[in-house]
């Protein structure tokens, strides 16, 4: 129910500026030394001639029945999310592995040599890895791997373009540079979350306790501590659907990945509201559905709290 | 005697007293900030009566000199008044309070002082770029077209033939201008929507929670991106685009606010007939201050880094302005052979949000109260 509202909300939100964005998307659709009747039948067409309301209403409706078609890419909204749509997928997905591959040790070996010069590194590493904005990390690598050493392609998503291009050498070569480079700010993140996480635990009387009883240290952080540690650091990964999309829309335009976040800077530009709208809900909805199941991971992971 | 002293120059009247320390931490930034005048005078010199910093440049530069004169003021000042304090408290108890502690543990924090430092020498770049800039930052010189590092250009020429490190210079202004206001107005809105809610409850509450849930259901570069893109990107619209849409301080304060009203010293208050305006800046604002402190230094940081992402793709701010964002964005065109215009505008923002970063954390670890 909350959730309806937010995308609702939002969705008024997103029309009401685009409405007031200036530019007729009738005049850029025309093109250049359109005659005004052209422009008006075109307006028509577009129903950009109706009331306010009724516009909402078309665009909405057309949204989820299909119907509304972009304006300016001839196919309808959803056939254009959806053909980007793996691509971003490949890239979010590559790049979480990758962090919390890193991080997740990182954090832990961070938190249990506390105050080590191991510490040190791994907190002032993440901290540069927070402070670092996506594009230039991407941009270096794509300087560094591409132009110096030439050892992997500098930009785009290789010649296979398809759901499984990952599958194949040269769509994984493509995919490392934009996948490294957005995970730099996830692996930061995740590895100071795990270092807080793990320090909260082990503070905690019952690791006191294994301890006293003799438990083996190993023991004690992987099987008493890790595990309690693990559950705040993996539901939070739904919450960073946000950053990685953010992410994902300067590091697409740098590396020139064909996903949803290039999409969303060529719709602005080209002044398609109905891309725009649709692309915007469709992330709402994603992002929505990641806390609601968040909220019920929570449940699932730590048994002390219950829904009715 | 020592006052007349430290009245020519602050440190000796330090000095005269035996106070080495203090004196030559005065010294030094008396000698610092005479540098900087020293450049200033250098290139008001040479520069401005030969006319060739251009009209446009000019107001800067007066600008940038009274700000100078204003610091030197200040530090002869400070300096006077703790000569008199040092003369004084000798015999008085260190004082106990919440911030005099935190004050001592960060001075002993090498992240926190770092930070500030880092955040300092920006600031002053910013503040007096054009005495540390050799060049006007905007005038295309097609003759020095992305040439290499070298000792006229330390960080090269872009493909305008503009020098990188004057550029970057520059670009410290707008980063960390509009940063800063823009993190100001997060700061105030966030906090009164957030006293507002937590206050009022009720319908008020509901409103402008759905309306927070509403903003943090898609990402923030986002929202960014589609405003800009609406309003236009001049800095104005820049500056309310990031306030509006950076509004954690609501959250923070809204809890800080519930956690407070049903406490027992609130009951008290108002029984004793203590009005709202009471009740939120002696109750509820000295309790939320630390979290604050601590979000208004990381989201300068954040906010940073969203303009340079916008300026990155286009919609921040406009050429010629120097930005670091911008810079990098027409490094993208040339980065296969002029791989400086890529480096360095990105180290500049990397350093600067670091140190609001590594300023952050550190506060975030000395105000922890339950540290006392």
């Known amino acids: 129910m909350q959730m309806l509202i937010v995308l609702f909300g939002l969705s008024i939100l997103v029309f009401t500026m685009l409405k007031l964005m200036p530019g007729d998307p009738a005049v850029i659709m025309a093109g250049l030394g359109a005659t005004p009747e052209t422009i008006q039948s075109i307006r028509e067409k577009l129903g950009l001639d109706r009331p306010i309301p009724e516009q909402y209403w078309r665009l909405i409706s057309g949204l989820f029945n299909g119907q509304i078609k972009a304006i300016t890419y001839h196919t309808s909204v959803w056939a254009i999310i959806f053909e980007r749509l793996p691509a971003t997928v490949e890239l979010g997905v590559f790049a979480l592995i990758i962090a919390l591959l890193i991080s997740i040790p990182a954090g832990l070996l961070s938190a249990v040599y506390k105050d080590t010069l191991l510490d040190y590194g791994v907190t002032t590493m993440a901290l540069i890895g927070i402070s670092v904005p996506v594009f230039w990390t991407a941009l270096i690598l794509m300087l560094v791997l591409g132009v110096v050493l030439r050892v992997l392609p500098v930009s785009g998503r290789g010649a296979t373009i398809g759901p499984w291009s990952f599958l194949t050498l040269d769509g994984l070569r493509h995919l490392v540079i934009p996948s490294v480079a957005l995970s730099s700010v996830l692996m930061a993140m995740n590895a100071r979350l795990t270092r807080a996480s793990m320090l909260e635990v082990l503070r905690q009387e019952y690791i006191k306790t294994a301890r006293a009883k003799g438990v083996r240290e190993g023991v004690v952080i992987i099987k008493h501590a890790f595990r309690n540690a693990l559950a705040p650091v993996l539901t939070n990964v739904g919450l960073q659907i946000s950053t990685i999309f953010a992410g994902a829309v300067l590091t697409e335009t740098t590396t020139a990945w064909p996903g949803m976040g290039r999409l969303m800077v060529e719709a602005i530009n080209r002044r398609d509201e109905a891309v725009v709208l649709g692309l915007t809900l469709f992330l709402a909805a994603v992002a929505q559905v990641s806390y609601l199941v968040v909220d019920l991971m929570y449940a699932w992971v730590d048994p002390r709290i219950a829904y009715d | 005697?020592?006052?007349?002293?430290?009245?020519?120059?602050?440190?000796?009247?330090?000095?005269?007293?035996?106070?080495?320390?203090?004196?030559?931490?005065?010294?030094?930034?008396?000698?610092?900030?005479?540098?900087?005048?020293?450049?200033?005078?250098?290139?008001?010199?040479?520069?401005?009566?030969?006319?060739?910093?251009?009209?446009?440049?000019?107001?800067?530069?007066?600008?940038?000199?009274?700000?100078?004169?204003?610091?030197?003021?200040?530090?002869?000042?400070?300096?006077?008044?703790?000569?008199?304090?040092?003369?004084?408290?000798?015999?008085?108890?260190?004082?106990?309070?919440?911030?005099?502690?935190?004050?001592?543990?960060?001075?002993?924090?090498?992240?926190?002082?770092?930070?500030?430092?880092?955040?300092?020498?920006?600031?002053?770049?910013?503040?007096?770029?054009?005495?540390?800039?050799?060049?006007?930052?905007?005038?295309?010189?097609?003759?020095?077209?992305?040439?290499?590092?070298?000792?006229?250009?330390?960080?090269?020429?872009?493909?305008?033939?503009?020098?990188?490190?004057?550029?970057?210079?520059?670009?410290?202004?707008?980063?960390?201008?509009?940063?800063?206001?823009?993190t100001i107005i997060n700061m105030l809105l966030g906090g009164f929507l957030g006293l507002v809610s937590g206050f009022y409850r009720g319908a008020a509450d509901a409103i402008i929670m759905r309306f927070l849930e509403i903003i943090n259901s898609i990402p923030f570069l986002l929202f960014a991106i589609l405003a800009v893109s609406i309003f236009g990107s001049s800095i104005p619209i820049l500056i309310i685009i990031l306030g509006i849409f950076g509004l954690q301080p609501a959250r923070i304060i809204r809890s800080e606010v519930l956690s407070v009203r049903e406490e027992d010293y609130i009951l008290a208050a108002k029984a004793i007939g203590a009005g709202q305006l009471r009740l939120i800046f002696r109750h509820v604002l000295p309790n939320a201050i630390a979290s604050l402190l601590v979000t208004t230094t990381m989201s300068i940081g954040v906010n940073i880094i969203v303009i340079a992402g916008l300026s990155f793709l286009g919609l921040g701010i406009k050429p010629p302005t120097p930005d670091w964002g911008a810079m990098l964005r027409d490094a993208q065109e040339f980065f296969r052979t002029a791989w400086w215009m890529a480096i360095f505008p990105g180290i500049f923002i990397a350093v600067t949000v670091f140190g609001f970063n590594i300023l952050g954390d550190s506060l975030r670890d000395v105000m922890d109260p339950r540290l006392k």
């Open chain 2, 1 to 182: 005697m020592e006052y007349l002293l430290s009245i020519l120059l602050p440190s000796l009247g330090h000095m005269y007293r035996r106070l080495w320390t203090r004196a030559f931490c005065i010294l030094g930034v008396v000698l610092a900030h005479g540098g900087i005048l020293w450049l200033a005078i250098q290139k008001g010199r040479f520069a401005l009566l030969a006319e060739k910093i251009p009209k446009r440049y000019a107001g800067g530069y007066w600008f940038s000199t009274l700000m100078l004169l204003g610091i030197f003021f200040l530090i002869w000042v400070f300096a006077l008044v703790d000569l008199w304090r040092q003369g004084r408290r000798r015999e008085e108890i260190r004082g106990q309070s919440y911030w005099s502690l935190v004050w001592r543990r960060f001075k002993r924090d090498p992240k926190g002082i770092s930070g500030a430092l880092i955040i300092l020498f920006m600031l002053y770049l910013a503040l007096f770029a054009p005495f540390f800039s050799r060049g006007d930052p905007i005038k295309m010189d097609l003759r020095n077209y992305l040439k290499p590092p070298s000792w006229e250009h330390p960080m090269g020429t872009d493909n305008f033939g503009r020098d990188i490190l004057d550029r970057a210079i520059y670009g410290s202004r707008t980063a960390l201008g509009i940063g800063a206001v823009a």
